[in-house]
Structure formats: C-alpha cells, structure tokens
C-alpha cells in the first residue's frame, strides 16, 4: 500500500521526498516497480473496485453488511470495513422521525391480532400498514404503505397532501388489485384514525380481510412500517425540493430499487421480489 502511495504522487513530488517521509528506501521503491503488483495487491485492487461500483450503484444506501453481501467475492467483515474506510465509503445514517397519526379515541378499535409475529410463510398472508409525513420546501406530503411480511415487499402506497381517510384506503385498494390476495389476509396497523375509519374498516370487509391494531401509542407493534419508513428517509434523504420531486424519487425507490434490488437482511439479502420469485420456483418444483 505504501509503495502504490508513492507511485500515485510520483508525478507530485519527488520519489525521495516521498520514501523518506513514508519510511521506505528508494531502492525498495524500484524494486517493487520492476516485480510488479503482488496477487494480494492485485486482488485488493480488484476487491476494491468491485466495492466502489456497489456502493455507487446503490447510491451510498448500503452499510458494510448489505454491501459485503452483494460482492461476487467473499471477503471478510474487517476487510471489507477497512477498504469503505480507506475510500471514504461513508452509509447515510438513520435518523428518528415523529409520528404522523392520530387515533380517534371513539372510534372502535381491532385487536392486536399480529401480536408482533412478523413472519409469514408465504406471500399475501399478513401486511402491515402506515404513514409517514415527508417533508418538501413546498410543504408536507403524506406518504401510506402496505408491506407483506412475507418479503417485506411494499404492496401498495399512495403519497397525498392530505390525511383523509382515502389515503390508506386507496393504498390498500392498490394492493389488492397488484397482488390479487385470496380472503383472509391479515392487516395490520396503528390506531391512527385513517385505520379506524368507516372507509378503511368497509374496505377491509369487502376484502374479505382480517384488521389487527397496534395497542396504544406502542411502535413495537408496528416494527417492520417504522422500520421501512426510516430506511427510506435515511437513503433518500431528509428533504425534496418540491412535491413533483419527492413523488418521482420515491416512485423511482419503492418500484424500482426498494422492490426489485435492494438487499434485505431478514430475507437473507436478496430482494423482495427475487425473494417472492424463488419461492414460487422453489413451490412449483415442489408441487
């Protein structure tokens, strides 16, 4: 590392300059010009490449590791550190965001069916739901989604510039009309009175659906919603320019990255989708 220092600023200054100020002999400096790159370096060369181009592909959204699990190469946990470090290869932080809904405190409440078993053994069997407030240097945007737990694939989402009831009642209408669920699909959200609405539970009905509800104020209960909203602020970042903007990128991350390519740790990280698509290989092969 320290000789490939050198030759990178060889052009800069002088190569006696730079052995003396790094610890090396000129002779050692020659030596190792003339023998060429070792395997190891040529392999840390290779290997570092190859994590510049995900990190960039995924557009700085992975950590060390999601990102270790996307090389074609296996390397190791320190290995994989020390080269983000060396390259400045900085993941965006999460950070805490405040609730958005508010429970209509007479309106009737569904139990906590989901009981946080945040598992599912097939596809359409169990989606969580909720909103979240984005906020663009127009104004706030609302933005409701419904995940499987199954893949954690967003099934539906609708953003909007209002907390009407039809914001969570379109997204689950957008659901149903992707994934084509049979009847009995569990449900779950918070108390907020979007949920609670004649709309929504109506809705929920029709469907054929089962409703479970967070306890009061309780997160936990909605882990996996808290948990997706806070990754897409983290990689997306905090604030749009405008609602026109906010609408494409999120558009562009749910449909397009989220879904199709982003890798998930509690699905083995894969993608949602590659996620779903294995398992109905693996079903048919099986059938």
């Given amino acids: 590392m320290t000789y490939q ?3 990178a600023e060889e052009a800069n200054h002088q190569v006696t300059t730079l052995c003396r100020t790094l610890g090396v002999s000129r002779s050692g400096y020659y030596d190792w010009r003339k023998r060429g790159p070792s395997k190891r370096e ?4 290779k290997l570092t490449a190859e994590v510049c181009a ?5 557009k700085g959204r992975l950590g060390e590791p999601r990102l270790r699990s996307q090389l074609s190469t296996p390397a190791s946990k320190k290995r994989v550190a020390r080269i983000m470090r060396d390259n400045g290869l900085m ?20 139990p906590n069916v989901l009981d946080r078993n945040f598992t599912a053994v097939t596809p359409n069997k169990a989606w969580v739901g909720d909103i ?9 945007l609302y933005l409701a989604v419904l995940i499987d737990l199954f893949s954690r694939a967003v099934v539906g989402w609708k953003l909007s510039e209002s907390l009407e009831a039809d914001i969570v009642v379109d997204t689950l209408q957008q659901a149903v009309t992707r994934r084509q669920p049979q009847a009995g699909v569990l449900v779950h959200v918070d108390r907020g009175s979007q949920y609670t609405s004649v709309d929504h539970v109506a809705a929920i ?7 479970s509800m967070s306890r009061k104020g309780n997160c936990w209960d909605n882990a996996v919603a808290e948990s997706f909203f806070s990754t897409l602020k983290m990689e997306l970042g905090l604030v749009h320019d405008s609602g026109a903007e906010a609408r494409r990128a999120i558009g ?5 990255y989220y879904n199709r390519n982003r890798p998930h740790s509690t699905i083995g990280n894969m993608s949602p989708l590659d996620y779903e698509h ?10």
Wanted: charge should be positive.
């Fill in 278 to 287: 294995n398992f109905r290989s693996a079903s048919k092969l099986t059938a």
């Fill in 5 to 7: 220092l050198i030759e």
């Fill in 54 to 58: 995900v990190f960039k592909e995924h």
């Fill in 132 to 140: 979240t407030h984005i906020p663009t240097r127009e104004g706030w």
């Fill in 42 to 45: 040529l392999a840390n060369q």
């Fill in 91 to 110: 993941a965006r932080k999460r950070r805490r965001f405040v609730q958005t809904t508010v429970a209509d405190e007479k309106a009737p409440k569904a």
């Fill in 252 to 256: 562009v991350y749910i449909e397009r």
């Fill in 205 to 211: 009905k029709r469907h054929g659906m089962v409703l």
